[in-house]
């Protein structure tokens, strides 16, 4: 994929300077552009620019500073537009960032620096070459995803993209930005056209897939509409039409959404002082990764942390066990909420920086005071439960019970119900029956605990399984 976005990147490239040229060309004043950056290997890995380009005698940038340098008040970071009359500099912070340093001398090279100061005088991270441009110009500054969605597996991509034109004299008569994306089945990483058409696949978007927005004002920030799911390549360009009636582009981007992981984390279960965290995430095949489960306190506190291992979709099966996956964490504090988040760290395929991104989040609660026993009898004809719990917090109840009949060598479920809890005073009690199904069997009995507003769990307090002789 990318030896792809390179060579597609490329060629978009090419086609914006030929284009910028017989353009240029037809101007009666003599104009000369050079659109293209020359970047210098960074003389560490602290940070690193992504893009660098001029937009007429603007200068638009997008870089990353690695999240783990340490960025103490007695620490600072800058980007600096250098020429021989001087400097122009922007303060940084961590993370991937863009902007744009204006009003610069026409047909000037200017060398942008990452400069980082610990207290020892500026120390360059990364450095580039820009060459401003004399007459009118346009970039795609730089964009930010927000993920959005009712429900964590439904997540949304929302995109922000910030859109810098340099027009001082009125030569476009209108601007516009177009976009499009192909889903991973769509996509055709071969550059080869027939071949291509022969699987159905796609290299590029056909004309009637493109979107347009129209683009007014200097600096605008543009909201594209929502993507479903993560598994898109993205093309954008930056057009302008002038006032001869030619169309240029003025700049293109392609780019593939960011790498998305099922993943899935919250409380099985829960007593005084402990929690069972349950947490599932699926590999994603183009992106390895690690993942940990974080719990903290109210007061933001790390209590406990583990690894969960992933599994591969095409290998899951049903548990064998209802508390499959499941971690307990005790010596918590009693009826108190607990936050759980789900962190993957992998390497960003966009800046090639390794990141950590929280992919789940829940929260837990510790039950307040309780005491009591569930116990049952087996007879010949089935079995005699007795439910007798001590609950002045009323958090306990319902029971349910589930039964599950031995066929074809699984357990299928055939029946189940439900049975409430008498309250006398602090007293809860109950008492029930359940015949037995067969030879081959398993019944489950789950109490239910509700230790705040809508937040519940199943506690499971008895499972009897027989396997056929």
């Known amino acids: 994929m990318q030896d792809y976005r390179t060579r597609r990147a490329a060629r978009l490239n090419l086609m914006k300077r030929q ?9 009666t004043v003599t104009i000369a552009v050079a659109v293209g950056s020359t970047f210098s290997p960074a003389a560490a890995t602290e940070a690193k620019f992504l893009s660098a380009s001029s937009a007429g005698t603007d200068i638009v940038y997008e870089l ?19 020429d021989q009359f001087g400097d122009r500099e922007q303060s940084l912070g961590p993370g991937m960032s863009s902007g744009i340093f204006t009003d610069l001398r026409a047909d000037t090279e200017y060398r942008l620096l990452i400069e980082l100061d610990q207290g020892f005088g500026w120390r360059t991270l990364d450095k580039a070459t820009v060459r401003t441009a004399r007459g009118p110009g346009g970039a795609i500054v730089g964009y930010s995803l927000e993920e959005v969605g009712e429900y964590q597996w439904e997540t949304l991509l929302r995109y922000h993209v910030s859109i810098h034109v340099s027009d001082p004299e009125g030569a476009f008569t209108s601007v516009y930005f177009r976009h499009a994306q192909l889903s991973g089945n769509e996509l055709c990483d071969s550059m080869d056209f027939d071949h291509c058409a022969s699987q159905g696949k796609l290299i590029e978007p056909p004309e009637n897939r493109w979107v347009s927005m129209p683009v007014s004002g200097t600096d605008v920030e543009l909201i594209l509409p929502d993507l479903w799911g993560s598994d898109y390549r993205l093309f954008w360009e930056l057009r302008a039409m002038t006032t001869s009636g030619e169309t240029i582009l003025l700049d293109s981007r392609i780019l593939d959404t960011p790498p998305s992981f099922f993943a899935y984390l919250g409380v099985y279960d829960a007593g005084l002082d402990w929690l069972d965290v349950s947490a599932h995430v699926e590999t994603n095949p183009d992106v390895p990764a690690t993942f940990e489960a974080v719990l903290t306190s109210p007061e933001g506190e790390t209590v406990a942390r583990f690894t969960v291992d992933p599994v591969v979709m095409e290998e899951q099966e049903f548990p064998e066990s209802s508390t499959s996956g499941v971690t307990r964490v005790d010596g918590l504090l009693r009826e108190t909420e607990y936050h759980l988040t789900l962190y993957a760290t992998y390497v960003d395929p966009a800046s090639g920086y390794t990141v950590t991104k929280e992919v789940s989040a829940s929260v837990g609660w510790t039950m307040p005071a309780y005491t009591g026993t569930f116990t049952w009898i087996e007879s010949d004809l089935g079995y005699d439960f007795t439910a007798d719990y001590h609950d002045p917090s009323a958090v306990l109840g319902p029971i349910y019970y589930y039964v599950y009949l031995w066929v074809d060598g699984i357990y299928q479920y055939q029946s189940g119900g439900e049975v409430t809890l008498i309250a006398d005073g ?38 009897i399984v027989r396997t056929p002789a």
């Open 19 to 27: 284009t910028v040229m017989k353009w240029i060309a037809g101007f």
């Open 64 to 82: 990353y500073v690695d999240a783990s340098l340490d960025l103490t008040s007695d620490t600072h970071i800058r980007v600096v537009a250098r």
């Open 426 to 463: 602090d007293r809860r009690t109950a008492t029930f029956s359940i015949p037995k199904p067969g030879t081959g069997y398993r019944i489950v009995v789950y109490l239910e605990k509700t230790p705040a507003p809508a937040v519940s769990y199943s506690s499971t307090v008895a499972e």
